[in-house]
C-alpha cells in the first residue's frame, strides 16, 4: 500500500514512550509530522530524531505534533526518549499494522543481502486528517528542516 498526498492519513491507536497511548483520532485539529524509522538507539535513526528535537519547539508553535514510529518495544523507545532527551512520543509498531498501512514495511537490500525493514519516511498529516506531503526514502541531513518549511508553507 502507498499513501499518497491527498489521501486520509490511516488511523492508529498505538502504545508509545513514557506510557502513553496516542491515537490519530486524539491529535485531530492539529497537524502531524510521522517520522518512521528503522531502529531505536541507531547512529542515523538518533540523528533523525534529533534533529526533530532541535526543531520541536519550533514544530510546537506551528501547533504541528511531532511522533516518531518504529517496530522497537515501548521499553526500548523508552530508552530512546531519556538518552536523547526527546520531548515527543515514539510509538511502539510492534505487530507491525502501522508500517504495514503506511506502506513503510518494504523490502531493503545490504551488502546484497535482501531483507525486509522499515523504510525511512515522513507523512505530514493536515488538521483534517488528510495527508499533505509524504518524503520516502529520506536522508537524514536536512530532512527535519525540510519538514518543518513544508508545515510553515501549510499554515
Not at 528503522?38 to 504541528?64: I, N, Q, Y
Not at 495527508?131 to 508553507?153: P, S
Request: aromatic share 10%; with cysteine; hydrophobic share 40%.
Amino acid at each position: 500500500m502507498t499513501i499518497e498526498p491527498g489521501q486520509t492519513a490511516p488511523a492508529f491507536d498505538l502504545p508509545a514512550s513514557g506510557g502513553q497511548q496516542v491515537s490519530l483520532a486524539s491529535l485531530a485539529g492539529k497537524s502531524v509530522a510521522l517520522f518512521f524509522y528503522p531502529k531505536a538507539l541507531t547512529s542515523g535513526c538518533t540523528k533523525e530524531a534529533e534533529a526533530f528535537r532541535d526543531l520541536h519547539d519550533e514544530f510546537a508553535r506551528m501547533d504541528v505534533v511531532v511522533l516518531g514510529a518504529s517496530k522497537d518495544p515501548v521499553k526500548k523507545q523508552d530508552q530512546f526518549v531519556e538518552k536523547h532527551d526527546l520531548p515527543f512520543p515514539l510509538l511502539s509498531d510492534a505487530e507491525g499494522t502501522l508500517c504495514d498501512d503506511y506502506g513503510v514495511w518494504v523490502e531493503k537490500s545490504m551488502y546484497g543481502r535482501k531483507y525486509m525493514g522499515i523504510e525511512r519516511a515522513t507523512f505530514l498529516i493536515g488538521p483534517d486528517g488528510t495527508v499533505r506531503q509524504v518524503w520516502r526514502k529520506v536522508k537524514v541531513t536536512g530532512h527535519a528542516e525540510a519538514v518543518l518549511k513544508a508545515a510553515q508553507d501549510l499554515a
